[in-house]
Each structure stands twice: as C-alpha cells, then as structure tokens.
C-alpha cells in the first residue's frame, strides 16, 4: 500500500476512519503518484498475489460459547467451523491472481478459569493434552504468538500447552529468551518456538514475526524466560527474513493494546501486516454483522486501521475481541513485487455464531465431542457444587475491584488473611498481619447476587495460578510505598495493581502528587502505620498475598523480601474461608460484608 500521510497519532486514527470507509467501497487507496511513477512497468500497479489473512486473539480458553448470555455465539468448534468457511471463500475470491490463506493467533491463547481447569484436572488424571491444545490444533494455525497470559501457571505448563498439539504448530515470539528454562528450550531447540516462521502458500513465501509485551515479568509469570525490547527484536527478525527473499511479511504481536502496535510501526520498515493482540479492541465497518452487545459499544476504528511506517509506508493494522467470537480477515492484494496495494472491500469481522442465528454455522464436530462437551460438563459440576450462601450481593465488577472497595474484595483479601493464619505454623511462618490482593487477580466481572455460591463462583472470580503466599519483614516504609503504587491513579483509572485489602485501613487524597498521596494506616488492632502521610515507625509487618505480588507483579515494590507459598491456591482459599466452621461457615452476611464496603479503603 503506498505512502499516506498521517501525522500524530490520534489524527491518524481520525484519518484511519476516513480511509476504512473508503475500503469498505472497495476502492485502492493510494497517495498522489508523482509522474515518474506512471512510467514504472504495469505489473508495479497490478495486484498479482491476493493473501486472506485469517486472525484471532485472546480465545482465553473460552472453549464452550462466549459466555454469560452469549450461548449462541463463540465457541471453539464454532470457531473451527467458520474458519474452515473462510479458507474456502479466499480460494474462492473472484480475483484475477493467485489465491491463498493464512491462520494466525496473536496470544492469549489460554487462560486459567473453570474450563482451563478441566484441561488441569483431565491431564493430571491421563495424561493426555490439554483441551485448549486439541481444539487449536486440529484448526491448523499458520503461526501461534506468545501472549502474557501463557506464562500464568509457569514455563512449564505452557510447554504442556506447547507439547499438546504435536509438533505441528509453530509458537512465535521474537523478544523472548528461553535460554533459562529447559522445556521451552527444548522446544526451541527443536524449531517448535521460533522468532519467525516462513510458510509457503500457492508458491509464495509469507513470513510471520511474533513478539510479545515486554510488561511480561509484571503481569504474569516466566520465572526465567529473559523479555528483550520489542522493536530491535523484531526489525531483527524482519531483517532475516527479508535476506532469504521474503518480501511478504506478517507481524503477529502481544502488546497488550492495538495503540502500542500502532506506535511500533512508525518505527519499523518492511512489515506489510499488523496483527494486534491483548486489548480486545473493537475494529468495525458499517455493516459488519456484530455479537449483540458489541453493536452497543464505540469502535476503536475502521477495519483495519493504518500506521504511517519509518520509510512513510501504510500498514494495515488488525485486532479482533477475544472469546472466539469472531475470525478477523483481511485480505490484502500484492504485486509481483511483494508491495501490498489494496485491501479487497471484503474484509472485516466475521462474527461465530450458532446455526439459528444469521450466518451461523454449526459446530465442528470432533472439537464438539473431544473438547467442548467434556468442558461443559466439568464446568457443569463446578457449578452444581454449592458451598456457601450469601446474604448480600457481592460485586466483583472489575471496574470496581480496579478503583475502590468493594464487598467482594473485602472477602477475598479476608480469605487470603484467614488461610495465612491457619497454615503459618505448618510451614515455620509468622501469621500475618494484613492481606494485599491485586484487583487484577480478581475476574471475569462476576457479581454474586443473594442466593448460592457454587465452586464455579471462586474459579471464575480466582482463575489464576497464584497460591497463598507469606512475606516476613515488610517495613512500614515498604507498605506506604505499596499504597502509594496501589494508588496512583485510582479512583479515576481502573488498573489491575489496585488493592483489596484485609487486617487494616488506609485513606488517601487522589487530588495529592503521585508518591504523597496516603495519609493515614492503621491496623484493626489501632496500631497506627501512617499518620498525616508520614510513616510511624515501629516493627516490620507480616502480609499475606499471592506469590504473584510476593515476586513484584503488577509493579509491587516489595524489593528483596524472603516469601513463603503456604501450598494453597487463591481459589481454594476463598473456598475454604467460605465452608469452614471457623471461617464463615457457609454464610456471608451483609453485617460482615455490606454493599459498597465498610470503609477499609477511603478516598478522602
């Protein structure tokens, strides 16, 4: 695609949406040609290759539908089929040149929760690979990047994921170093993992380019795996493959947020494609059959969006939502120079939906009975298993649990707190003082109205790998600082590193500089921490958390502090505070956990 001048980036994205009106009339979009350049051989103006770039990001392990009320829409073998569709509809474009398609996920390709724990539970007990694996490979990915949300249960289960598809699908990221974990090493070793993967389609050479984010040490856990700069990673790997005579290539990046791939472009050449992944932004065109509620929300932009590169190029940009509710294709035509000069009219979203809705399909049918039916039903008995009742609705909306107290929070942290104390003496601890639980950890939005909480109700809140952890000898200089982080944007911004808190109470002024902005602490005992925003000193502090912060995730500055994992996971210790005699006994009443919180956290 030629040069379009684009300026900054929001007049970009204001631009973009000019130019995503005009694709969608199917017409080529250039920049005013200079006279020289009528002069050049036809073939320069002439699309000779027509490529369909199939996509998608963020499935999450969301196997069975997209949830909620969405039974009709998503689902993995819905996914499958609709992909199998499209494949045959790019062969099919009416076209003159050669036809081909690619299949490419840009991360986030499990996710732990009720259905990634069927894949846990059945693999421990057979041996056999995870369901999330057998789905997406028997859909036969081109290229899988690595997102963030692969290394939360570790290196190694995400090697498992890797294992379970066979060998057959190359796994990408170009900025990663395995070099300090042997299974994924391995893995390398053996070309499964690769910075880049060339794949040959109707006589042509595509190249796909992975990276993933490089908040990757603060927001999930590699453990060893080394993250490397982004964009010299990448201009590296694009460099090779344009020594071996790859003049189409396809970058495939985790970076959290289509903005940050859009800023990556503007300094890399030679890359013809961007697909984004971790920010499930919504890129539409008018008339784009969407999910119902997505028909609701304001578009991020056109599809695709463009991005003016180092050398003035335009560079379609792409992203789909997640939850395998729908294929992202973009199908762009090049010339016999491998320069990309048009996005066919076609191009666009493509929602997953069950048969009875329009354009719907049904469900492949393997992946219905060798994953999305053994799921379901695991899912089935989570939810059938009641181990407590609420008095109260409990809000766990994550735009709440991201800025503010919320009753939910209040009974996580308190859990937290609760099974630090029980097990501190097994495991040569002291008990805990407080309890600290990112609101990040905390998913999935679920609120719990008066009624049963089942088994389900804690995975879906408490997905992740993280266990119970004790952290011995936190100074009240290190806790203050702790909040202060917790806070720096807060109320007005929802960020996963914002505290639900148990065993004391802070205030703060959000009005204050970043860094001054708490002003009192005290623990339930009255020992008081922080008074008037200065720091009273006294003895070290014993806090239960997840092993997740314990190691600095989310930004938490607990600097060099010895940690103990007391052996339980997150989910089980709410579970078992829930059912416990000297936990609550089954019951939550609005007494012990009212709505809005009971003024543990106040933003003055």
Do not use: C
Not at 49 to 75: M, P, Q
Not at 77 to 100: C, H, M, P, W
Not at 441 to 458: A, F, K, M, S
Request: aromatic letters at 6%; proline letters at 5%.
């Amino acid at each position: 695609m030629r040069s379009i001048a684009t300026g900054t980036l929001p007049g970009r994205r204001m631009l973009s949406v000019i130019v995503g009106a005009i694709l969608v009339a199917g017409l080529m979009v250039t920049a005013a040609a200079p006279e020289a350049d009528a002069k050049k051989k036809d073939n320069s103006n002439r699309v000779s290759y027509w490529l369909t770039v199939l996509h998608n990001n963020d499935g999450e392990s969301r196997l069975i539908d997209a949830g909620g009320d969405l039974t009709d829409f998503g689902g993995v073998a819905r996914f499958a089929t609709k992909v199998k569709e499209l494949r045959r509809d790019a062969n099919r474009l009416r076209q003159s040149g050669k036809k081909a398609s690619v299949l490419i996920s840009s991360g986030d390709n499990f996710l732990a929760g009720p259905e990634f724990n069927a894949s846990l539970v059945n693999n421990e007990a057979t041996g056999e690979p995870f369901y999330d694996s057998v789905a997406l490979s028997r859909i036969g990915y081109d290229a899988m990047s690595i997102g963030n949300h692969e290394f939360d249960f570790g290196p190694d289960v995400l090697a498992e994921f890797i294992e379970g598809f066979g060998g057959d699908t190359p796994f990408i990221s170009s900025n990663l170093d395995f070099s300090g974990e042997p299974s994924l090493q391995a893995l390398e070793d053996d070309g499964i993992i690769t910075g880049s993967v060339i794949t040959k389609k109707k006589g042509e050479e595509v190249g796909i380019v992975g990276a993933t984010t490089e908040l990757l040490p603060t927001i999930s856990s590699p453990r060893n795996v080394e993250v490397e700069a982004v964009l010299p990673a990448v201009q590296a790997e694009v460099a090779a493959l344009r020594a071996e005579g790859v003049d189409k290539i396809i970058l495939s990046s985790h970076l959290q947020g289509i903005n940050s791939e859009l800023e990556l472009v503007e300094s890399l050449t030679d890359v013809d494609v961007v697909i984004a992944g971790g920010g499930d932004e919504l890129l539409t065109n008018p008339g784009d059959l969407l999910v119902p509620g997505d028909d609701t929300l304001t578009p991020f932009g056109p599809y695709p969006v463009l991005a003016e590169d180092a050398e003035g190029q335009s560079v379609p940009v792409v992203t789909t939502p997640g939850n395998y509710k729908y294929v992202g294709k973009l199908t762009v035509g090049f010339n016999a120079d491998g320069e990309v000069l048009k996005v066919h009219r076609s191009s666009g979203l493509e929602r997953v939906a069950a048969m009875n809705q329009l354009e719907g399909v049904n469900p492949d049918r393997t992946i219905q009975n060798q994953v999305v039916e053994p799921v379901a039903e695991a899912v089935r008995e989570l939810a059938e298993n009641v181990i407590g009742q609420t008095a109260v609705t409990l809000n766990g909306q994550t735009s709440q649990v991201r800025t503010r107290e919320t009753n939910a929070g209040n009974l996580i942290a308190d859990s937290l707190l609760w099974q630090a104390t029980k097990v501190a003496g097994d495991f040569g601890v002291p008990e805990p003082d407080i309890a600290l639980q990112n609101g990040g950890g905390i998913r999935n939005d679920l609120v719990i109205n008066p009624g049963p909480i089942t088994e389900l109700d804690t995975f879906t809140w408490l997905p992740f790998s993280n266990f119970t952890s004790v952290v011995e000898g936190v100074e009240r200089t290190t806790l203050k600082a702790i909040l202060e982080h917790v806070v720096t944007d807060a109320p007005a911004v929802a960020q996963g590193k914002f505290a639900q808190i148990a065993g004391f109470r802070y205030s703060y002024d959000p009005d204050l500089p970043v860094g001054s902005k708490v002003r009192s602490a005290t623990l339930d005992d009255g020992t008081v921490i922080v008074q008037n925003g200065a720091v009273v000193a006294g003895p070290a502090l014993t806090v239960a958390t997840i092993d997740f912060l314990a190691r600095g995730g989310d930004g938490y500055p607990f600097g060099p502090v010895d940690f103990t994992p007391v052996g339980v996971s997150y989910q089980q210790s709410l579970a078992n505070y829930i059912t416990a005699p000297d936990g609550l006994n089954g019951q939550v009443t609005a007494a012990d956990y009212p709505e809005g919180g009971e003024g543990r956290i106040v933003a003055e």
